[in-house]
Each structure stands twice: as C-alpha cells, then as structure tokens.
C-alpha cells in the first residue's frame, strides 16, 4: 500500500494486520517522479500538512496490502483485489514487489505455464493445501515453478504457506516440472503447511550462497530458513548421474526441518532420489531436522551405488554442529566431512527409529559416517531390519576426498575417527542381507587401504541383536585394520549386551601382529549365543594395554523376542560399570534401557546434592532439552527405593546449558539418596543417576525382623521407634501394585506387627513405612 507526498514514496510497512494476522517488515522510503500538482500543498500550511503527513504514516503503519488470486481471475483487467483478483501466481508476483505485502490464493486450482520469480519480503499464502492446488505446466530441463533469487546474504523475510504444488510427474517419459521451489541467498525464508508431490527432479532447494560446488568454507551461510509441517511426496530424481532430493539444502547457518512427511518410494526401481540431500557439497552448521517422517524407496541393488542409487534418506556434506533426533526413518543417514569447528559436537544424533517395517532382502545400512568423523554422538536410537547399524568409512590417511583438504594434514590424515560415543541405541535384527556389504552392530570400514586412524572411541551400553537365521558374522567389527599404518587408541566397549552373531561378538584384524589396537577397555559386556564360545576374537593377538574383564555369556532375559528391555529376573539389572550415563540402583544395567525407565528427553550434564542448616540442596544442569516435560525428584533411604518428594518444570526445548535446583527441606535422618525422573511430554522417561548425602541425624525407625509368608498369606514385621507415634505400612510388589496400605500406631522401643495378606506369589516385595518425619523402604522375599 503506497501513499504519496510531495516527492518521496513511502512504503508503509512496518507492522500490519491483515485477516487477524500480525506481520513486521521493515520501512523503505525511495524517490520516485511525481505528477501530482502540489501547488495546493505548498500554498496552505506546509508545516500542517507535514504534521499531518507524519501522523498518517504512523497510523496507517498498521497497515500493508494483501493481492488475491482467483482460478476465476483475470490477469489483463484485474486489479488484485478481492473484487477483481487476478488469474495466476505469475501475475501475481510480477506485480508484487514491494516488501510486507502478501500474495493470497483463494481456494481452487491453478495452472501456472510460466517460471515466477517472488521479491523479498513478499509472501504467498493459500487457503490450506487440501483445498488450493497449483499445478506446473512448465517444461524444460531445470524448470523452476517458483524461483526466491537474490545474492547472497539478502533478508527474504517472506513465508510461503497452504497450498499444494503439483509438477505432474508421472514417469520418466511423462512429467513436466522439475523443480518445485529454488530459494538462492536469502535468510529468513519459510515454507510450511504446503504439499509439494510429482516434481521430476527435485521439490525444493535452499541454496545459502553464490558459490557452486565450493571445496571449501564459501563463507556465507542463510540463516533463520525453516521448512516444517508439509508433506513432499514423489519429487526426487535419481538420474544414474546424481540422486537429487525432496528437500535440497545448502550454505545453511541454524536452518529447522521439523514436522514433515518426505517420502520418495513411488517410482521405478533405481530411480528414487533421497528425502534430504546438501546442495553445493553441504556446508551445514547448527542445522536441526527433528520430528519428521522420511522414507526412501527400500535399496534394490546388488552392491552400494548401483546405477547410481544409495539407501540414503539424509545425506550431507560437511557439517558442523547439527542435530538429528526425533525422526522415524526407512534408509540411511549418511555423513561426509564431519568436523565440529566451534560446536559442542559435529552431529547429535539421537532418539530416532530408523527402520524398514517389512525386511528388505537386500543390503540396507543405519548410520554411514564417511571420512573425517569428529566428536559424533549416536544415543538413544532404534535401528531396527539393518544390515549395518553404524558404520565408519574411512579411506587413506592422504585422501582428502576433494573437500576442504587442510594443509598439513590433520592428525590422523583427512579420515581421522576422533572421540566419537555411540551409546544406549538398540540394534535389532540385524541381517546379513543379499548383495555387497559389511553386516555388524557397529564397524569400522577402510575403503581399499585397510589403514583407519582411531582416537577415541567409546561404545557404551548398546543392545545389539541378530537376525535369527541370517545373522552377520560379527557385532562389532574391527577387522579392517590390517595395514601397517592402522592404529586405534583410547578405545572402550562397555555395558553392551551383543546376542546371535556367527564368528564373534567383538573381532579385530587376522593376521599376526596385525591388530593395531594399543588401549582398549573391554568390560561388563554380555555376549550371548555368538560364535567363538562368546569371546572376544582377535585372531592377530590382543590389543596392546588390553583390559578385559566383567564380562559375561548369560541369557540376558529379554521381556520378548521383539521387546529388547530387560525382565525384573535378567542378570543384567545392576551388572555394568558407571561410566558417567544415569542409571537406577546402585550400578548400571546391561544394554541400551534401564529396567523400568523409557526414552531420555534431556541431556543432563550434572545433579549434585549437599547439605545446609538440616537442608539438603540439589543441583542439576542439563546441557539441552528436547520436548521435556518435568523433573520429578525422588528420594530413598536405601538407595533402591524411592518415592517422588517434589517437581520441576523443565525448559521443554533448550540447546544450551540450563540450571535446576531443588530443596528438600525436611531430609530422612541418616542417608538420603536422591535421583531425578526426567519425564519428556509424550510421556516416555528416564532416571538420572543416584546422589547421597547424610544427615547428622539418627533415623527415628527402622526394620528389624521382616518375614513374607506366600503360603499362609500373613507378614510377621518388627519395627523399631525412637518415640510414639502413627506411621502407614505399605507392601508393594515388583510391578509397583500396592497389596497392603494400613495405618499403625508405634510405640516407642520394638513393635512386632501381624497383618494378614493376600496370598501372594513368591518374589521380591517392598515394605515401606512412612511417618510425619520420614519414609523408610525395605525389599523383602515371599516364600
């Protein structure tokens, strides 16, 4: 909306309201010829007139100009109003220009047969993809129905929303467009709650810079680009040249991909690109994909790179510092060039399920980490119908791959593996699978030089499980480091439960001396049902400074054969070593869950008690939250039972340091052990681990004699008390079902108590008494 005085032009558009919406776009005034006679202005009261003038413009500030689009429109005489709408985008964006005003399609259909080209700051809204539909009659190899082009580093400040885009691809001989929407150096450009399906080539490309296939940092990145809540369905080409993707990003600082529905599996075999893919070799810093859907076509080739197809659903190009979580994948996650510059971390990945419902015969990988992996963390995901869970593929120390290659070298060479963590995931059924590959939980590949450079490298407290019938040879694999000039350090294997593989559940290099492992901690694993007696294989002799021990060859008594938690019964439960993860009970379990606990929401870094005038302070930071609900605090007296004392809401999302405290004002005398339950918002939750703290304090109650009789359904309790008073004596079984809840009256000195019970099955109980001051818990046997 355009107001003139005298000889300037204002564009009124720094906030504006339209259909109840709020905008805020900056203010522009540029010079323009004017026609108007302003002779009447100059001769009365100029100094009114500007008063006047500068009043207008704040109030009518408010306000800036929506265009309509109608299928029943008219490009020759319509004027863009709702009366009089015009007929197509291309008008449409061709008369728009100005920034702040917004182009709306009402409901229908439309067919577009020229390219339109959108100004910054103007935006493009539908009335819902159900309901506005534009189709693509463009042709022409790289046609574009809808291009946002400007050098880079520009502020698009512009959103495009509810509508679906229609390219008309039906196969490779009959389709139209082949690229939905290209975006090229602008920041702040957001597409949501669209549909985008049938582009031949791709759906949408974010290109954050002018640079084409830049082998080094361009430095220029986009920033504040967002794609969320729309679904890109059959609109990623693989050409046998190149497999393109359904969202295309590149040269991208912070950019969210959350809320969608990619799936690319609608065409014929070899010929399905990737749901996401980098653009211009990646150059990705700080970027989040959470909460999506994305689904390859299931891998039909005999060996990777058949016909130039991958099982990629993600694959990217030098990355630092972006996080992966929430998603449920069919196909890979592949990483190139993975340094983490000023970042915590080069990628977090974690709560994710990357599985393939129904078993593809052939080769499908996890996770595929090429090259320079740096700082990686894979926690807390399912991988479920894989052939290969995570898998490091290296290349010689000297080849740089072609990207960024640093003079001198890095330590290690441009294939260094450097302090990566892999913990809590399960891996299960992992197959052996037709065609070329290497089948493991977890391995180390060296592509034709057999020379991987580890420094550091810790895989802790995964569950790691066969495929009956077609299992791999081994669960974790090192058995590409033959050369020479192989060397692995700092390397621990800790806490996991690896079950069915045919040779051996751990295995290094044959070959004597060829090993190349100097320190390595192998301890508290359980391997169950795997070849070489359940023992690590290490047929060119042990590492150097080898540690092994605590490990065990029992069943460990799984809830099912597809449910990998463990039973009350296992083994397990208690059996591992601590190694900075939180646990419940006094060590940590075998295996990627705790018993009882669900999925982790928050990354808690540290939880601290101490005491202060008869309080006990707790502390907790945590390091970043996703979707977090609350923290419960529980407190016990004997360390395994607990019972909740208070609440803390949680940040909900955070990507940096958050800082928690919580006061227990009224502690049990004696010792109190205090943890956290980290409850996330769908429900799901985990225990942090356990701090203890005394209280100078005797404790005023306590258990003596304690006998259960499953048999004759009667508890037979003595319970000593410093002092009259009531209490509440409960007995809990295993599940947490609460069999007696009484109330009791204790004199001071010994009280021997008779209850009778129901009859009980025998098992492990929990007597817990509780008065005004404290709460005590004892676990007991029925017999």
């Not at 051996?504 to 007696?533: C, E, P, Q």
């Not at 942090?688 to 005394?694: D, M, N």
């Amino acid at each position: 909306m355009i107001y003139r005085f005298a000889n300037f032009v204002t564009e009124i558009s720094p906030v504006f309201f339209n259909k109840y919406r709020l905008y805020q776009y900056p203010l522009k005034t540029k010079n323009i010829p004017m026609k108007t006679n302003l002779l009447f202005v100059r001769r009365h009261a100029p100094a009114v007139f500007l008063t006047w003038a500068m009043v207008l413009c704040v109030s009518i500030a408010a306000f800036a100009t929506t265009y309509y689009v109608s299928p029943l429109g008219n490009d020759a005489s319509g004027t863009g109003t709702l009366a009089n709408p015009w007929k197509t985008l291309k008008k449409a964006t061709t008369s728009v220009t100005a920034a702040g005003n917004i182009i709306h399609l009402v409901a229908g259909t439309y067919t577009e047969t020229q390219s339109s080209s959108l100004a910054t700051g103007v935006s493009i809204e539908g009335e819902g993809f159900a309901s506005t539909l534009v189709v693509s009659s463009i042709t022409g190899q790289w046609s574009t129905l809808l291009t946002l082009s400007s050098g880079q580093d520009t502020n698009g400040n512009q959103s495009i929303s509810g509508i679906s885009f229609d390219g008309q691809y039906v196969n490779e001989t009959t389709n139209k467009t082949w690229i939905a929407i290209w975006i090229t150096g602008r920041s702040n450009v957001v597409i949501h709650d669209c549909k985008i399906i049938n582009f031949r080539d791709r759906g949408v490309i974010f290109d954050g810079n002018d640079a084409t296939d830049p082998h080094s940092d361009p430095g220029h990145y986009a920033t504040g680009n967002k794609f969320y809540n729309n679904t890109v369905l059959n609109s990623a080409a693989n050409t046998g040249n190149y497999g393109a993707g359904l969202v295309n990003i590149g040269g991208q600082l912070g950019m969210e991909i959350y809320n969608n529905t990619l799936v690319q599996d609608q065409r014929a075999n070899f010929k399905n690109g990737w749901p996401i893919k980098y653009w211009d070799e990646g150059w990705l810093k700080g970027v989040k994909i959470y909460n999506n859907t994305l689904t390859k076509a299931p891998y039909v080739g005999s060996y990777p790179g058949e016909n130039g197809d991958w099982d990629f659903a993600i694959e990217f190009f030098n990355i630092q510092g972006i996080e992966i979580y929430n998603n449920t994948i069919q196909g890979s996650i592949d990483l190139n060039y993975n340094r983490k510059g000023s970042y915590a971390f080069t990628a977090w990945i974690h709560h994710n399920t990357l599985n393939h419902s129904t078993l593809n015969s052939n080769f499908e990988s996890g996770i595929i980490l090429e090259f320079r992996t740096e700082s990686i963390i894979i926690e807390d995901n399912v991988f479920n119908n894989v052939c290969s869970g995570v898998q490091f593929n290296t290349r010689g120390v000297a080849n740089t791959g072609g990207n960024n290659p640093e003079s001198p070298a890095p330590a290690g060479g441009y294939s260094v593996l450097s302090n990566n963590i892999i913990r809590r995931n399960l891996f299960s059924n992992v197959y052996q699978g037709n065609g070329v590959g290497t089948a493991a939980g977890i391995t180390v590949i060296s592509e034709g030089t057999d020379d991987p450079q580890i420094q550091g490298l810790d895989i802790y407290n995964n569950t790691i499980v066969a495929k009956s019938g077609d299992a791999p040879w081994i669960g974790i694999d090192f058995t590409s480091m033959g050369a020479a000039t192989a060397s692995g350090t700092n390397i621990n294997v800790r806490n996991n439960v690896v079950v069915g593989f045919g040779d051996a559940w751990l295995k290094g290099t044959s070959g004597a001396g060829n090993t190349h492992i100097n320190g390595m901690v192998v301890t508290h694993n359980d391997a169950y049902s795997n070849g070489n007696s359940n023992a690590p294989s290490w047929p060119g002799g042990n590492p150097i400074n080898y540690t092994a021990n605590n490990n065990r060859t029992l069943n460990p008594m799984f809830v099912s054969a597809t449910n990998f938690a463990l039973q009350a019964a296992s083994p397990l439960i208690d059996a591992g070593v601590n190694v900075g993860i939180p646990f419940v009970g006094t060590a940590p379990d075998g295996g990627y869950k705790e018993f009882g606990s669900g999925a982790l929401p928050i990354f808690l870094v540290d939880f601290t008690a101490k005491e202060n005038n008869g309080k006990n302070l707790l502390n907790w930071n945590t390091a970043s939250e996703i979707n977090s609900d609350y923290f419960t605090i529980e407190r016990s007296t004997d360390g395994r039972n607990f019972s909740s004392i208070g609440r803390v809401n949680a940040a909900g999302f955070s990507s940096t340091e958050t800082t928690y405290s919580f006061t227990d004002a009224s502690p049990a005398d004696g010792k109190n052990f205090y943890r956290l339950v980290m409850t996330d918002r769908d429900g799901t939750f985990e225990y942090s681990k356990v701090v203890v703290i005394t209280n100078k304090k005797n404790g005023s109650i306590s258990f003596g004699y304690v006998n259960l009789s499953a048999s004759s359904g009667s508890a037979s309790i003595i319970i000593n008390s410093s002092k009259s008073q009531p209490a509440t004596l409960s007995l809990i079984d295993a599940t947490g079902r609460v069999v007696l809840n009484n109330p009791i009256q204790l004199q001071a000195g010994m009280n021997t108590i008779s209850k009778n019970i129901p009859a009980l099955p025998g098992g492990v109980y929990y007597l817990r008494l509780f008065t005004s001051d404290e709460t005590i818990v004892k676990n007991t046997v029925a017999r």
